[in-house]
Every structure is written in structure tokens, then in C-alpha cells.
């Protein structure tokens, strides 16, 4: 069966890494996690002070910055010029930062991908990144159920975060995500939306595998 290039994009917390993760695990595809590379990059000039502002010294940061994701023992590892940063890109002033570098015309690392096979989740995978793209996902959800589980992640973490403070942020990433000059959160016509508000995890990946089995059928024949 004919292998495809799956495009899943949707706002903050609405589970694009886990479906897309499962989704790839399930059908033997690549996966490649664009929102791990701006959060690479966003911890990188964190930590050398460099203002969110300046556009020019973040693109030439881009540009000497090497990141290398990697499968490990069920989840992928993210390595930051040779060290593993899997756990520091995943904090909240680190997400807050790469929504900041994501919207830096010039930033977006050159994506190589095999010709099919390649599950990819971000904010413009459809609509930008993979305008041609086989089957496209639009994963959406609730702002509330959305900030419920990321509060949640946080807490199993041991993170203390607050729930309405974090609700609050995601109504602020929501709308800078979607008045972003380059590349904003939109939809592409021929995505199919998914409204994962009240499902379960494993009802969308298996939702989106069928549809990627039907897809793939119809491709071959």
C-alpha cells in the first residue's frame, strides 16, 4: 500500500505530538516534530540572552544551530547541538518563547522529508510546509479542555502551574498563533477537522489511521 505524507496541524494543546506520534508508530511512518525544533531554537536563545526581537541575530542563530530528533524507546529524544534537551524545551517559559521565534520570517529550519511515509505536526504543516500532503488533520479542541490538559502534563510532572493563569495563556497563544504575519494558524480548505474536545486520545489516532488506510487505498488504485 501506497505510503503518505500525513500534515496534522492545530493550536496549543490539542494534542498534535501524541496523535502524531501514535499515528507514525502505528503505520510505520516518520515522525517529525516541528514544534520540538522552534522549542530547541527557543531554549538555545534563552539561554544566550538573545532579545525575541531581534529578528536578525535569531535567523543567524538558526542557521548554526544544528537539532537532531530521535526516536527513543517509544517517544523522540530532541538533541540540541549535540546535547539532549528533552526535558528543558518542554517547560512553559521555553513554549512561550518558541510561539515568540516561530513567528520570525527567515527562523523555520529547511525540513527534509522522505516521499511519503512522514507524519508531521505543527501550526502550517498543510497549509505551508506540505501544501500537497496527502491527507491533512486539522486537531482542534476547547480552549478550556485544551488548558485542562496541559495544567494536567504540568502537574504530572510536578510542575506547579496554575490552571487559570494557564487557560489564559493559551487564549494569548491562540491569537498570536492566528495574527501572526508568517505562516498564522489557519486551516487548509482540504483538511479534514477533528474536534478532539470530548474524545479520548486512542479514538483519534485510531479516526485518523483509518482515514490514512482509506486515503492510501485510494491512492493505489
Not at 486512542?202 to 482509506?214: C, D, H, I, S
Amino acid at each position: 500500500m501506497r505510503k503518505l505524507t500525513i500534515a496534522i496541524d492545530g493550536p496549543v494543546g490539542s494534542g498534535k505530538s501524541t496523535l502524531a506520534r501514535r499515528v507514525a508508530s502505528l503505520l510505520g511512518y516518520v515522525y517529525i516534530d516541528t514544534g520540538a525544533m522552534y522549542r530547541a531554537l527557543a531554549l538555545k536563545a534563552l539561554r544566550q540572552n538573545i532579545s525575541f526581537e531581534a529578528a536578525g541575530q535569531l535567523e543567524d542563530l538558526a542557521g548554526e544551530t544544528h537539532i537532531d530528533l530521535r526516536p527513543h524507546d517509544g517517544t523522540q529524544q530532541v538533541i540540541l547541538d549535540g546535547e539532549d534537551v528533552t526535558a528543558e524545551i518542554r517547560s512553559p517559559e521555553v513554549s512561550q518563547a518558541a510561539s515568540k521565534i516561530a513567528v520570525v520570517p527567515g527562523v523555520r529550519h529547511v525540513l527534509v522529508a522522505e516521499q511519503g511515509g512522514v507524519v508531521m505536526e505543527g501550526r502550517d504543516i498543510g497549509s505551508v510546509v506540505f501544501p500537497n500532503a496527502e491527507l491533512k488533520i486539522f486537531l482542534s479542541a476547547s480552549p478550556e479542555a485544551r488548558a485542562e490538559r496541559r495544567w494536567r502534563e504540568h502537574q504530572q510532572k510536578g510542575d506547579e502551574i496554575d490552571l487559570a493563569r494557564t487557560l489564559e495563556e493559551i487564549h494569548e497563544r491562540d491569537k498570536r498563533d492566528s495574527q501572526r504575519a508568517s505562516s498564522p494558524l489557519v486551516r487548509a480548505e482540504d483538511a479534514v477537522v477533528v474536534d478532539s474536545t470530548a474524545m479520548e486520545p486512542e479514538e483519534v489516532v485510531r479516526l485518523v489511521v483509518m482515514l490514512a488506510q482509506r486515503q492510501a487505498a485510494s491512492a493505489a488504485g
